[in-house]
C-alpha cells in the first residue's frame, strides 16, 4: 500500500485561508487520517482530492459544497451522461468503479465490525499512517498523528538547508524529541498527544533554520470532535448500498416459483417484442413477473446454475447489496456520515469521530430504547434482533462497556400495535453509564425521529395502492401492519411528544447531552414533481415494477397534509410557540434545534420529479427496464447509474429494486411476492445519496454554529485567537 503523505498544497493553503484575519503563520500543520472511521488514509484521500477540486485555492467554501463533492465523487467516467445507454456507450476506463459510487471503494477501510453478528463499532480500531499503524480508542484517541511544514515563504527563504525540528508534550512531564532533516521535508509527529483538558494536549513545536533562526508553534493542539447519529431510515442512508446490486446485460428474473426448473429462465421468459414499451407503464405483452436479475458468478462462467439448486441460492445471495451495516441498512451515504467527513476536510487542525447508529425502521420505542428486527440477516447466529441505539451508545462511551452501566431509570411511553389506534403505556427500564465512568462528553447529536412513530411509511404506501389486498401478503412476511391511512397516523401524532419527551430525558439521564446540542432533522417532503404538484399526473411513473403500484393524487393529497401537520408537531414539540397545542409533555419543548431549512430543496424534487429540460427523457428512464425481445429496454439494467446525478432526491420503487434489490429471506428467491418486498423494503421512498449530501450541506451549518466555528477558512480565525 502506498505510504500516505499530507498534500503540501492542503498544508500551505492553512496560511493562505488565515490571511487576512491574522498574521501569517510561520508553521503550518494538519491531522494525518483525521475522519476517524476511516482506517486506511486512502479512503480519506478519496474525500480530500475531490473537495480540493470543488474548493479550489481561493479557499472559500460554496454552500453546497458537500454536493459538489458528491457529484465530483460520484458522477461516473463516460463522456456523455445523458442516459445510462450514452454513458456506457462512451465509458472511460474507470467507468465501472465510479458507476457503484465512491463508498464501494472505501467499505473494507472502515472501523466497524462487518464480519460477524452482532455488527458495530470496535472499542479498539487499528488505524493506518504514514510511518505505520496504531492501536485506538475507537471513542477516546490518547493521540493523533500530525504533519508540520514551514510556511511557503519560510520555505523558500530556507531552501536546500537542513532544518532542527524540536517537539514536546505541552502536558507536565513531557520528554523533548528532536530531529534533523532537509527543510523542504515536513516533519511528521507519530503521536500528537490528545486529552480532553486542552491544557494537557497537544505538543509544542519549534525548528531552527540553516541561518540559527527559530520559529515556533507553543499550540498544536488537535480538537477532536464526538458526533453521534441516532434515528431512522432517513439518517441509515436506506435505499443507498455502499456498494449496490450489478446486474446481467442478458438474463432476467421471472418471478414464478413454477418456472423455477432446471432450465434457464431466460429461455423460458420471452416476450412479446415491443416497438413501444409506454413511458413508464407495463405495455402490452410484457410479462410482469420478469425483471432485471443479478449479475452472478455463473454467468461469469459461463455457466449456468440451475434456478432450485443450492449452487444458485449461494450465488444469488453472494451477490447481495453490501452495507455497512445490512441489519439497519446504514451506509456511509447517510448525512451524517457527509457531515462528519466535511468537518473534518474543512479544518485540517481538527479530527471527527463518528458513530452513527441510525437503523431502518427504528422508531423511538423499538429503535431508541428497546431492540427491534433486522432489515437483513434475521436467519445468522445473533442476528434476530438489533440491539436498541441506546444500549448500543452506552456500551461505547461506558469505559468499562456493560458492566460500567450502574446507573438505572425507567421511561413511561406510549405503545401500540403497528396499524391499531388503541393505545397504551408501557414502562421502560434503562441502566445508563454513570457520569465518572463515561470516556468523554458527546459535541452533538444528529437525531432523526418521529416519522416511523406515527406510520408515516405505511402511509406512503397507502399513496400508491388501491386496497391493503395489494400489500397484504408482503405485510404478513414482516409480521405487521404496512398500509393504513390517516386516521391511524393521527392517533399516533397525538403521543408524539410523550415519546420525544423520554428521547430528552434519557439523552440527558444516559450521556449527559444538553438539548441545544441536538440537531433534529425534519424530513424531507417525498411526494412532490417537477411542476410542486403532488405525484400522480402519470400514475405509473417509476412504479412498474409491480403492477399494483399507482400513485393516487387524493390519497397522496391526504398523506402531504399530514406531512405538513407532522412537521408542525415536531417544530412545536421541539419549541412551544403560538398556535402549538396546549398540554404537550414536552412543555416549553424539548430544546432541540429542528432542521427544516434543507426541505425547500426537496420541493420540486420527489420521488415523481421529472428534470424540467429533458422531461420526456427522464420520464423514459424511470421506467423499469425489460426485455422486449433480446434487449431490455429503455436501457440495460447493466448499466444503471445508481449514484448518477439525477434531478429527483427521492428514489422510486424501481430505483430501490435495481440499487438495492433486497429479497426476503426464508422464501423461494423467485416467489412472486419478491419483487413487491424487494422494491419496497430496498428504501423506495427515502432520499438518493445526492439527497444526502443536500441534507448535509444544511446540517453543517448548524454543526458550525455549536462548535463555534466560521464556516469561511476551515476555522483559522478561531485558531489564530487561541
Known amino acids: 500500500m502506498r505510504a500516505f503523505a499530507p498534500s503540501a498544497w492542503i498544508l500551505s493553503t492553512i496560511l493562505v485561508l488565515s490571511a487576512g484575519s491574522a498574521p501569517a503563520a510561520d508553521l503550518v500543520w494538519e491531522v494525518e487520517n483525521p475522519f476517524r472511521f476511516f482506517k486506511r488514509p486512502s479512503a480519506f484521500g478519496i474525500h480530500e482530492r475531490a473537495f480540493q477540486a470543488v474548493r479550489g485555492r481561493s479557499g472559500t467554501l460554496p454552500n453546497d459544497v458537500v454536493w459538489r463533492t458528491e457529484r465530483r465523487l460520484n458522477d461516473p467516467d463516460c463522456k456523455d451522461r445523458s442516459s445510462p445507454t450514452a454513458c456506457a456507450g462512451t465509458a472511460g476506463r474507470h467507468y465501472e468503479r465510479t458507476r457503484l459510487g465512491w463508498a464501494a471503494q472505501t467499505l473494507h477501510s472502515v472501523c466497524y465490525n462487518r464480519a460477524a453478528r452482532p455488527f458495530g463499532y470496535p472499542a479498539v480500531c487499528e488505524r493506518e499512517y504514514s510511518w505505520g499503524k496504531a492501536k485506538e480508542d475507537y471513542v477516546l484517541p490518547d493521540a493523533h498523528t500530525v504533519a508540520v511544514a514551514l510556511a511557503p515563504e519560510r520555505l523558500a527563504e530556507a531552501g536546500d538547508g537542513a532544518c532542527v525540528w524540536t517537539w514536546q ?64 431510515s432517513f439518517a441509515s442512508g436506506e435505499s443507498n448500498p455502499d456498494r449496490p446490486v450489478s446486474f446481467s446485460a442478458i438474463r432476467q428474473m421471472v418471478y414464478d416459483p413454477l418456472l423455477a426448473r432446471e432450465e434457464d429462465q431466460m429461455a423460458r421468459a420471452k416476450t412479446k417484442p415491443q416497438n413501444n414499451y409506454g413511458l413508464a407503464s407495463i405495455g402490452d405483452g ?18 449456468i446454475y440451475r434456478p432450485t439448486s443450492r449452487e444458485f441460492l449461494a450465488a444469488f445471495e453472494k451477490r447481495n447489496a453490501q452495507w455497512l451495516s445490512a441489519d439497519c441498512h446504514r451506509s456511509q451515504y447517510g448525512y451524517p456520515f457527509r457531515v462528519g467527513i466535511q468537518l473534518a476536510l474543512e479544518d485540517r487542525h481538527r479530527a471527527v469521530t463518528l458513530v452513527s447508529l441510525a437503523c431502518s425502521g427504528a422508531e423511538i420505542v423499538e429503535g431508541l430504547f428497546l431492540g427491534r428486527d433486522p432489515r437483513e440477516g434475521a436467519s445468522q447466529p445473533n442476528g434476530k434482533t438489533v440491539r436498541s441505539e441506546f ?54 447529536v444528529l437525531l432523526s425521529i418521529g416519522g416511523n412513530d406515527v406510520g408515516f411509511g405505511a402511509l406512503a404506501l ?5 386496497g391493503a389486498g395489494d400489500v397484504a401478503p408482503v405485510a404478513s412476511l414482516i409480521g405487521r401492519e404496512i398500509r393504513f391511512g390517516t386516521n391511524v397516523t393521527e392517533a399516533y401524532l397525538d403521543v408524539l411528544d410523550e415519546r420525544m419527551k423520554a428521547v430528552r430525558d434519557a439523552l440527558r439521564d444516559g450521556f449527559g447531552v444538553d438539548p441545544s446540542r441536538v440537531l433534529h432533522n425534519a424530513y424531507e417532503p417525498i411526494q412532490f414533481d417537477e411542476r410542486g404538484q403532488v405525484c400522480g399526473a402519470v400514475p405509473k411513473l417509476g412504479l412498474d415494477v409491480h403492477p399494483n403500484f399507482a400513485f393516487n393524487p387524493a390519497r397522496i393529497q391526504e398523506g402531504s397534509q399530514f406531512g405538513d401537520a407532522l412537521q408542525k408537531r415536531l417544530q412545536c414539540i421541539s419549541a412551544h410557540r403560538a398556535g402549538c397545542p396546549a398540554g404537550l409533555a414536552t412543555g416549553a419543548g424539548t430544546g432541540f434545534r429542528f432542521v427544516t431549512d434543507h426541505t425547500a430543496e426537496f420541493a420540486k424534487r420527489g420521488m415523481c420529479a421529472r428534470d424540467p429540460k429533458r422531461t420526456v427523457l427522464d420520464q423514459v428512464a424511470m421506467t423499469m427496464p425489460r426485455k422486449t425481445g433480446e434487449d431490455f429496454e429503455p436501457y440495460s439494467p447493466a448499466h444503471a447509474l445508481p449514484y448518477g446525478a439525477r434531478w429527483r432526491l427521492i428514489h422510486t420503487p424501481n430505483d430501490a429494486f435495481l440499487t438495492a434489490n433486497t429479497h426476503r429471506e426464508g422464501i423461494s428467491p423467485f416467489d412472486i411476492l419478491q419483487p413487491a418486498y424487494a422494491s419496497l423494503y430496498s428504501g423506495a421512498f427515502h432520499p438518493t445519496a445526492e439527497g444526502h449530501a443536500i441534507v448535509a450541506d444544511h446540517v453543517v451549518r448548524h454543526v458550525r454554529k455549536l462548535i463555534d466555528r466560521p464556516a469561511e477558512a476551515g476555522g483559522a480565525e478561531r485558531r489564530a485567537s487561541r
Do not use: H
Open 169 to 232: 508534550p505541552r502536558r507536565a512531564g513531557g520528554r523533548a524529541e528532536t530531529v534533523t532533516q532537509p527543510c523542504k521535508n515536513k516533519l511528521v509527529i507519530r503521536r500528537v498527544p490528545f486529552a480532553l483538558d486542552r491544557n494537557a494536549s497537544g505538543v509544542s513545536v519549534s525548528v531552527k533554520l540553516a541561518d540559527g533562526r527559530e520559529l515556533t508553534d507553543p499550540a498544536v493542539v488537535v480538537e477532536d470532535l464526538f458526533i453521534v447519529a441516532l434515528g431512522d
Open 391 to 444: 444500549d448500543q451508545l452506552s456500551d461505547l462511551i461506558c469505559r468499562n462497556g456493560a458492566a460500567g452501566r450502574t446507573l438505572g431509570a425507567t421511561y413511561r411511553v406510549p405503545v401500540y400495535k403497528s396499524g391499531s389506534s388503541q393505545i397504551g403505556l408501557r414502562d421502560i427500564p434503562q441502566r445508563w453509564c454513570a457520569p465518572e465512568n463515561r470516556k468523554r462528553p458527546i459535541d452533538v
Open 286 to 303: 410484457v410479462n410482469p413477473k420478469a425483471l432485471p436479475k443479478r449479475l452472478l458468478e455463473d454467468e461469469e462462467r459461463e455457466l
Open 462 to 466: 397507502y399513496g400508491i395502492t388501491e
